[in-house]
């Protein structure tokens, strides 16, 4: 996308007010990767000063995560998810697609607790033959420490990573064989439409999540909601079509008619 077809900070800030004024709590940045993205930290601080905005959470490969991670804290950012999908060298960059390596994303997790951007949680996609048998060392890596890895299905997202079920490793059986090494007790749910499936290690050593978007789809309970870098409103993950803001943006439409355009995206869903 050109730089003109991205919406600009503070387009972003008004559709987030917007959404704020019918619901909204949390808000979470993602991409792509947000942390190539300008002066980020500048719209985490002017997101957080919106009334009404609970929580400001970000999604980051890790790799820049290091530079940026007290600027973030220090701005209003809550907490942040790395994605890591194996500590194995080759795996990872095999995973990565050979962007960044290993220590960074390592440096960037300890920059995060150290800034105190907690919990820290790692999203683990996990693929039949491509990392499911890193899956433990992974874990006990992180036992112990201020950091949550919640395992992924691997899911189907449309014509971009050849997505065939047999590469699915399902919760049930990602659980029995964490189960077959450490005991495990799961825990009660913290929220309406939370998507991971939590459970503590007996031993005192944290706790893992499972998110089952395949085998145990949780469409149900959504609560969510994506605004695309181009200004698109989208209810679902996986939707193909969405709400254009951006024309309305750029057309002089009110905050009360940007939230009523939100509106009626959200209670049209089915």
């Not at 050109?2 to 004024?21: P, Y």
């Not at 031993?203 to 181009?230: H, K, M, N």
Request: negative net charge.
């Amino acid at each position: 996308l050109r730089t003109s077809e991205r919406l600009g900070f503070n387009e972003i800030v008004r559709v987030a007010r917007a959404g704020v004024e019918i619901g909204v709590r949390k808000l979470r940045l993602t991409g792509g990767e947000p942390l190539l993205r300008p002066r980020l930290a500048e719209l985490v601080g002017e997101l957080s000063l919106i009334d009404g905005v609970e929580d400001i959470a970000l999604t980051t490969n890790g790799v820049l995560l290091a530079q940026h991670a007290s600027e973030l804290k220090a701005n209003g950012l809550c907490r942040v998810t790395v994605s890591l999908d194996s500590l194995d060298p080759e795996v990872f960059a095999r995973m990565s697609g050979g962007f960044g390596g290993l220590e960074d994303v390592l440096e960037g997790i300890e920059a995060a607790i150290e800034a105190g951007l907690g919990p820290v949680k790692i999203n683990a996609v996990v693929r039949r033959r491509a990392n499911d048998y890193t899956v433990l060392p992974l874990l006990e890596h992180f036992r112990g420490s201020p950091v949550i890895v919640r395992l992924i299905e691997y899911m189907d997202v449309g014509n971009r990573n050849a997505w065939r079920r047999e590469d699915v490793v399902p919760s049930a059986e990602l659980l029995a064989r964490v189960a077959a090494r450490w005991a495990v007790t799961p825990l009660p749910g913290r929220y309406h439409g939370e998507v991971a499936k939590r459970y503590r290690y007996d031993d005192g050593a944290g706790e893992i999540g499972f998110i089952s978007s395949v085998s145990a789809p949780f469409c149900g309970d959504c609560t969510r909601a994506r605004l695309s870098s181009e200004g698109v409103f989208y209810t679902c993950l996986f939707a193909t079509t969405g709400t254009d803001l951006r024309g309305a943006l750029r057309g002089g439409a009110s905050d009360e008619e940007l939230a009523s355009m939100l509106r009626t995206a959200w209670g049209g869903r089915e």
